[in-house]
């Protein structure tokens, strides 16, 4: 029988792209899920911010794992959960707390308080996340080059290490869609890259070779502003 992990997997060979709507909570999951989409994505800002805390690991571990696993429960999709730099955990831990979720995926970043991580030592933590899950994981390896000053050739260095240490998917977050094609060739194999509302759209990534699109907290923005917006017509 195949496992949620390796119908998620496959996913991110062949067939369509692969569109991840990122939810924070049961509800947006399951309309996600309603909608048609193949799989369902969590963001960490949005979970964050639902549970009282701002992006950026502040909030406690036992929260996020909670909240997460409240969303794998509420869908029969896949879920892929974003688990920022994944809180301290030794990997061990790590992965048993991404599987009792009953997630098929994690995002795992490279920066902590805004400070890229060195690619060795991030490199070596993917690996050893790898080992301990097996195939039973899915790792997007994020690359916060971009967000964080630096250029390409960092961007495709920390890439193809990253996938040497058994990431299945790398995600150079915020690359600017002119160079976008450059870091996907570059560092080869499947490739995350980042949608928003008001651009860059699905298309726009796609086209220069992305095979797997995610939207971060920009769902959860953009109706998090409608609300704003909607509440002075009802005083």
Same mark, same amino acid.
């Given at each position: 029988m195949t496992?949620?992990?390796?119908?998620?997997?496959?996913?991110?060979?062949?067939?369509?792209?692969? @569109?991840?709507?990122? #939810?924070? =909570?049961?509800?947006?999951?399951? @309309?996600?899920?309603?909608?048609?989409f193949? #799989?369902?994505?969590?963001?960490?800002?949005?979970?964050?911010?639902?549970l009282g805390?701002? =992006?950026g690991?502040?909030?406690?571990?036992?929260?996020?794992f909670?909240?997460?696993a409240?969303?794998?429960?509420?869908? =029969?999709?896949?879920v892929?959960?974003?688990l920022?730099?994944g809180?301290? *955990?030794?990997?061990?831990e790590?992965?048993?707390?991404?599987l009792?979720a009953?997630?098929v995926g994690?995002?795992?970043?490279?920066s902590?308080d805004?400070?890229l991580?060195d690619p060795?030592?991030?490199?070596?933590?993917l690996?050893?996340?790898?080992a301990?899950?097996?195939?039973?994981?899915?790792?997007?390896?994020?690359?916060?080059v971009? @967000?964080?000053?630096?250029?390409?050739?960092?961007?495709i260095?920390?890439?193809r290490?990253?996938?040497?240490a058994? #990431?299945d998917?790398?995600?150079? @977050?915020?690359a600017?869609?002119?160079?976008l094609?450059e870091?996907?060739?570059?560092?080869?194999?499947?490739i995350?890259?980042?949608a928003?509302?008001g651009g860059?759209?699905?298309?726009?990534v796609i086209a220069?070779?992305?095979?797997?699109i995610?939207?971060?907290t920009?769902i959860?923005t953009h109706?998090?502003?409608?609300?704003?917006? *909607?509440?002075?017509?009802?005083a």
């Amino acid at each position: 029988m195949t496992s949620g992990a390796e119908q998620f997997r496959a996913l991110h060979h062949g067939g369509p792209p692969l @569109i991840l709507p990122n #939810a924070w =909570d049961p509800v947006s999951a399951r @309309i996600m899920a309603e909608a048609g989409f193949a #799989a369902v994505a969590t963001s960490s800002g949005a979970v964050a911010r639902v549970l009282g805390y701002d =992006d950026g690991q502040l909030t406690p571990p036992a929260e996020m794992f909670a909240a997460v696993a409240q969303i794998a429960r509420a869908i =029969d999709v896949p879920v892929t959960a974003d688990l920022e730099a994944g809180y301290g *955990l030794a990997p061990k831990e790590f992965v048993e707390r991404v599987l009792d979720a009953g997630v098929v995926g994690c995002n795992l970043e490279d920066s902590v308080d805004r400070v890229l991580t060195d690619p060795a030592r991030q490199a070596d933590y993917l690996a050893e996340v790898r080992a301990a899950a097996g195939a039973d994981l899915v790792i997007n390896a994020r690359v916060d080059v971009f @967000i964080r000053g630096g250029g390409v050739a960092d961007a495709i260095a920390r890439g193809r290490a990253y996938r040497r240490a058994g #990431a299945d998917c790398v995600y150079p @977050i915020m690359a600017p869609t002119d160079v976008l094609a450059e870091v996907v060739e570059g560092i080869g194999g499947p490739i995350n890259a980042h949608a928003a509302i008001g651009g860059p759209t699905s298309g726009e990534v796609i086209a220069a070779g992305a095979h797997r699109i995610s939207y971060g907290t920009s769902i959860h923005t953009h109706l998090m502003n409608n609300l704003r917006d *909607l509440l002075p017509s009802l005083a």
